[in-house]
């Protein structure tokens, strides 16, 4: 299984969007996706290099920390399960194009594992 990418998620509320995507773009991020409630910035020089704001999550019941793209969901998925380790919210397929699960990592952080369809 491949690491394509890791996002930081930032909790971020609506009030404050604007004035983080002008933080943000201080340092040279630049708006990539916009679905309302999860915004993602990312640099013009390395599009890989990410960073999301969320409002919240639109189908899970937390915000996740931390995405990792994964090149094999489902393979992850079953590494997880085997693992013992604590599915947050089950493996689906979301509207926005991609396939994902989230776990709790040993320090508690909520991890958004994914893969685009």
């Given at each position: 299984m491949a690491v394509h990418r890791v996002?930081?998620?930032?909790?971020?509320?609506a009030a404050h969007a604007q004035e983080s995507r002008d933080f943000y773009g201080l340092l040279g991020f630049h708006e990539v996706m916009n679905h309302g409630w999860i915004t993602?910035?990312?640099s013009p020089t390395a599009p890989a290099a990410q960073i999301s704001l969320m409002t919240g999550d639109k189908t899970a019941p937390v915000t996740p920390d931390?995405?990792?793209e994964v090149d094999d969901?489902?393979?992850a998925y079953?590494?997880?399960r085997v693992s013992g380790t604590e599915i947050i919210?089950?493996?689906q397929d979301e509207e926005w194009g991609v396939r994902r699960f989230f776990v709790s990592d040993p320090n508690g952080r909520v991890i958004n594992i994914l893969s685009h369809r």
């Amino acid at each position: 299984m491949a690491v394509h990418r890791v996002v930081p998620n930032i909790h971020s509320d609506a009030a404050h969007a604007q004035e983080s995507r002008d933080f943000y773009g201080l340092l040279g991020f630049h708006e990539v996706m916009n679905h309302g409630w999860i915004t993602t910035l990312a640099s013009p020089t390395a599009p890989a290099a990410q960073i999301s704001l969320m409002t919240g999550d639109k189908t899970a019941p937390v915000t996740p920390d931390l995405s990792i793209e994964v090149d094999d969901v489902d393979a992850a998925y079953a590494l997880m399960r085997v693992s013992g380790t604590e599915i947050i919210h089950p493996l689906q397929d979301e509207e926005w194009g991609v396939r994902r699960f989230f776990v709790s990592d040993p320090n508690g952080r909520v991890i958004n594992i994914l893969s685009h369809r």
